[in-house]
C-alpha cells in the first residue's frame, strides 16, 4: 500500500512569509496527525485529525499556524507570518483504528 | 509533566557488537510506547510497540522491554550491521481521546564496519 506522501520535501523563505504544507495519508486512515520537529530534538505534536474534526491543536500556535483536513483525506498545514524559530522538519503521520502510527518523509523548511 | 528521555544521546561502536538504547519516561501511567527508527532525510519508522499490559517484544534482532514501575524502556539489538546506523526516538502514549504521542529526543546510533 502506498504510504504517507507530503509536498513540497523542501522550502526555504524569509521571514514574515506564508508557506503552506500538504500531506495525503495512507487511504482508509481516519485519524492524520502534524508534527514540528527540530534539530536536534523528537517530534512534537501540532495537531491531531479525526477524520475532517479536530481532536487536539492544545500546541498549535494560532495565531500564525492554521491546519484543515477537509473531507476527512488531504491535510495543509499552514504558517504566516514565518519567523526564524519555525525552522524545522513539519511530519505528516496518519492511522487507522490499530495504533501504529504511519510517517511521512517530511518537509524540510528554513527561514532565513 | 510527561517527558520522554533519552541516553545516550550519540552512540558509536563496531559492527557485531550487542547494543542497548535507553529510554525513561516520567509518567508510569502509560497506554504504549513506541520505538522509531529515523534515516537522514526521511520520516520515522515504526519498529516496536509495547502495550502496558507486556513486558517485551522482538522482532528480528531488535527486543524492546518495558518496566513501568521504573519509568524505563530499552532498546536492544543484537549483533549490529552498518545498516542500523540511524536515529532511535521512543514513544510513549497515554491514551485517552488523543492518544497522542510524546517523543524523547533521540539516540543518534554509527555503527562501524
Known amino acids: 500500500e502506498a504510504g504517507v506522501a507530503q509536498s513540497p520535501r523542501y522550502k526555504i523563505i524569509e521571514k514574515r512569509q506564508s508557506v503552506a504544507f500538504w500531506c495525503n495519508p495512507i487511504?482508509?486512515?481516519?485519524?492524520l496527525y502534524w508534527y514540528q520537529q527540530i534539530l536536534g530534538q523528537g517530534p512534537k505534536l501540532l495537531i491531531q485529525?479525526?477524520?475532517?474534526?479536530?481532536?487536539?491543536d492544545s500546541q498549535l500556535p494560532k495565531d500564525r499556524f492554521s491546519a484543515e483536513r477537509l473531507k476527512g483525506v488531504d491535510s495543509t498545514l499552514k504558517i504566516q507570518p514565518a519567523k526564524l524559530e519555525d525552522s524545522a522538519v513539519y511530519l505528516c503521520?496518519?492511522?487507522?483504528?490499530?495504533?501504529?502510527?504511519?510517517f511521512g518523509p517530511g518537509t524540510r523548511l528554513l527561514v532565513l | 509533566k510527561q517527558e520522554v528521555t533519552q541516553i545516550p544521546a550519540a552512540l558509536s561502536v563496531p559492527e557485531g557488537e550487542n547494543l542497548v538504547l535507553n529510554c525513561s519516561f516520567t509518567?508510569?501511567?502509560?497506554?504504549?510506547l513506541q520505538w522509531f527508527r529515523q534515516d537522514p532525510g526521511k520520516g520515522l519508522t515504526s519498529l516496536l510497540l509495547i502495550q502496558s499490559s507486556q513486558r517485551e517484544q522482538t522482532s528480528g534482532r531488535l527486543n524492546a522491554s518495558l518496566d513501568k514501575s521504573s519509568g524505563r524502556s530499552t532498546l536492544y539489538i543484537a549483533a549490529s550491521q552498518p545498516g542500523d546506523s540511524a536515529t532511535y526516538l521512543c514513544?510513549?502514549?497515554?491514551?485517552?481521546?488523543?492518544?497522542?504521542?510524546?517523543f524523547g529526543t533521540g539516540t543518534l546510533l554509527a555503527v562501524q564496519p
Open positions: 503521520a496518519s492511522r487507522s483504528t490499530k495504533e501504529t502510527q504511519y
Open positions: 514513544a510513549a502514549s497515554y491514551g485517552g481521546a488523543t492518544n497522542k504521542l510524546i
Open positions: 485529525f479525526q477524520n475532517n474534526g479536530v481532536v487536539d
Open positions: 487511504s482508509g486512515h481516519a485519524t
Open positions: 509518567d508510569s501511567a502509560i497506554y504504549n
